[in-house]
T-cell receptor, first 113, second 117 residues
Framework: KQEVTQIPAALSVPEGENLVLNCSFT??????LQWFRQDPGKGLTSLLL???SQREQTSGRLNASLDKSSGRSTLYIAASQPGDSATYLC???WGSGNTPLVFGKGTRLSVIA | DGGITQSPKYLFRKEGQNVTLSCEQN?????MYWYRQDPGQGLRLIYY???????QKGDIAEGYSVSREKKESFPLTVTSAQKNPTAFYLC????????????????FGPGTRLLVL
């Protein structure tokens, strides 16, 4: 069964710290992987999308890496800020052509000022 | 503004009642999806549609029904057969890859929270 796992489930860090969120997936034959942010009671905002042929993507203070062979992705957040506090979800597509995503349960991040 | 809208924001269902959640998009996206989110959980797929007049069941389709009569709209009906409908429902859409566009990124609406009276 194709599954996505995120560790840790929750993380609390002081402001300014660099941090890494982890995502692992079964079946390395992925099509793409997306990282999303979700604020309480809100929808999802796409942060980064990595195609299966790519190793990493960057947007501002965010960097996502992909290692298909080991079934892992990481989301690196530099110089964390209280505004980064949210739940971060990793999602994988195993099919091309507008196919559904399989989601991890997320990591709830709290950045303390 | 282009985007995905969901209504209502909150919905209350009585026992034995069917309710319909609305999802509309003006992004000209081909595919639309319905996911369910329970507290502390990731999203689980209910139904999805890749083209008009066609849709497929997801992992938890029992007790739900959908239609896709227009490209812009993908309503979800929660039937009385769904015994535990309390959850946060999220609609999403995506388009096949285009040059200079992240391929098949899924865009999400703001969600509808369904509660049982």
């Amino acid at each position: 069964k194709q599954e996505v796992t995120q560790i840790p489930a929750a993380l609390s860090v002081p402001e300014g710290e660099n941090l890494v969120l982890n995502c692992s997936f079964t079946d390395s034959a992925i099509y793409n992987l997306q990282w999303f942010r979700q604020d309480p009671g809100k929808g999802l905002t796409s942060l980064l999308l990595i195609q299966s042929s790519q190793r990493e993507q960057t947007s501002g203070r965010l960097n996502a890496s992909l290692d298909k062979s080991s079934g892992r992705s990481t989301l690196y957040i530099a110089a964390s800020q209280p505004g980064d506090s949210a739940t971060y979800l990793c999602a994988v597509s195993w099919g091309s052509g507008n196919t559904p995503l399989v989601f991890g349960k997320g990591t709830r991040l709290s950045v303390i000022a | 503004d282009g985007g995905i809208t969901q209504s209502p924001k909150y919905l209350f269902r009585k026992e034995g009642q069917n309710v319909t959640l609305s999802c509309e998009q003006n992004l000209n996206h081909d595919a639309m999806y319905w996911y369910r989110q329970d507290p502390g959980q990731g999203l689980r797929l209910i139904y999805y549609s890749q083209i008009v007049n066609d849709f497929q069941k997801g992992d938890i389709a029992e007790g739900y029904s959908v239609s896709r009569e227009k490209k812009e709209s993908f309503p979800l009906t929660v039937t009385s057969a769904q015994k535990n409908p309390t959850a946060f429902y999220l609609c999403a859409s995506s388009i096949r890859g285009r040059p200079n566009t992240p391929r098949e990124t899924q865009y999400f609406g703001p969600g509808t929270r369904l509660l049982v009276l």
